[in-house]
């Protein structure tokens, strides 16, 4: 029986967990949870999984809410005391956005396998944790890092010539981009193929989500970005490829569902009976790839760009994008400027190279506050 830390358990990653764990309850045993402020399902949740300690990080609820329910705590330092002096087989980071790295670097630091869906530890500060991704401390859940992860055992580094994410191409696929200017954030919210929380979602829709996984491939996988590349594919049933040296490509395929590389993260390094997801390939569509349109995306060869020039630079990319798509989501600016203020910010900042945790996290809060400060005002609509 694994003990599982699962932080934002409430959220789309987190419940998915949650099914996983329900289908396999002899396997897995979740004995900490966190959520930002969802009290209820969290207090439903551990109490049909028996989860003996939950921690709700966020500030909308009283102590006296907190403290009579038993095992439950608040505040993210109660968080990281836990995962300080708990044991736990595995620790899966699915929080959203730049708040989840804080507990990637406490994790990785307590020496505790972790089981990483968000992007943003490693965009940020990859630097910081190279020395335990080579370790094997870092399993990653994204689907298209867990093709890669898979598709790598048995593999040898002088054998791939490159890896190659596949996207769905997100909602906006097809529309015209004359058509771009209209986008609300209802329209962007709808995609075609994941459910996932609305701030991936969004990032799915401008292609910045992408290129966030180029640079977390650079890092996973240790590979130059000469050798990462993404195209476009709307099925989502292939979702990584490496081409060897010899030109053969090998695939990692299944139906869209974040469950399968959930149950691998939490199983590995075995594959484990389970029918929690069935892909019968005779019932497949026809599968189709294509060129990332820099025109349609151009976020994502920006994020490509901050990438290679490494330092605080995918800090400050990362945080403007946080900062763009919650001005976004507010109505407050129209979708092009999130590109916009994504490339300005990027562009009129001085890179720090080896940033240490403090620095990023300090220039991550202030990018961001500086974005919706300047930016949110009452008729601030374009650069």
Not at 15 to 39: D, G, M
Not at 298 to 303: D, G, K, V
Request: charged share 20%.
């Amino acid at each position: 029986m694994k003990k599982i830390a699962v932080l934002g358990l409430t959220g789309s990653i987190g419940l998915s967990v949650v099914e996983v764990v329900r289908k396999h309850p002899e396997l897995f045993q979740i004995t900490l949870a966190t959520s930002h402020n969802n009290l209820e399902m969290m207090l439903s949740l551990a109490n049909e999984l028996h989860i003996k300690k939950i921690v709700l990080t966020g500030n909308n609820f009283t102590s006296a809410q907190i403290k009579q329910n038993e095992g439950s705590y608040s505040g993210c330092e109660e968080a990281l005391n836990i995962l300080k002096s708990e044991d736990f087989d595995l620790v899966v980071n699915a929080i959203s956005g730049s708040a989840g790295l804080i507990y990637t670097y406490h994790t990785l630091r307590n020496n505790h396998t972790l089981a990483l869906a968000n992007k943003e530890s490693l965009v940020m500060a990859g630097h910081l944790f190279s020395d335990k991704i080579k370790q094997k401390l870092v399993i990653p859940i994204d689907s298209e890092h867990s093709a890669l992860f898979q598709l790598y055992r048995g593999l040898k580094q002088k054998e791939v010539r490159k890896v190659i994410i596949t996207a769905s191409g997100g909602p906006f696929r097809e529309l015209p981009l004359n058509d771009f200017h209209n986008i609300t954030p209802k329209q962007a919210l709808q995609h075609p193929t994941w459910s996932m929380g609305a701030k991936i979602t969004i990032d799915s829709a401008t292609m910045f989500n992408k290129g966030l996984e180029v640079i977390e491939a650079h890092w996973l996988f240790q590979l130059p970005y000469d050798k990462i590349t993404a195209v476009i594919h709307p099925q989502s049933i292939i979702h990584s490829l490496i081409e060897c040296i010899d030109g053969s490509l090998l695939a990692q395929m299944s139906k869209p569902s974040m469950q399968l590389p959930i149950l691998y993260a939490l199983s590995y390094p075995d594959h484990i009976e389970s029918d929690l997801v069935k892909t019968d390939l005779t019932d497949l569509p026809s599968l189709s790839f294509t060129k990332i349109d820099p025109q349609r995306y151009p976020i994502y060869q920006l994020a490509r760009k901050a990438g290679q020039a490494g330092g605080i630079m995918p800090t400050i990319l990362n945080a403007a994008n946080e900062a763009a798509i919650k001005l976004f989501l507010e109505k407050k600016i129209p979708y092009l400027d999130i590109h916009r203020i994504a490339e300005e910010n990027l562009n009129r900042r001085n890179n720090i190279d080896n940033p240490d945790l403090d620095t990023i996290l300090d220039l991550n809060k202030r990018v961001f506050k500086d974005i919706i400060t300047t930016y949110g005002k009452p008729g601030k609509h374009s650069l």
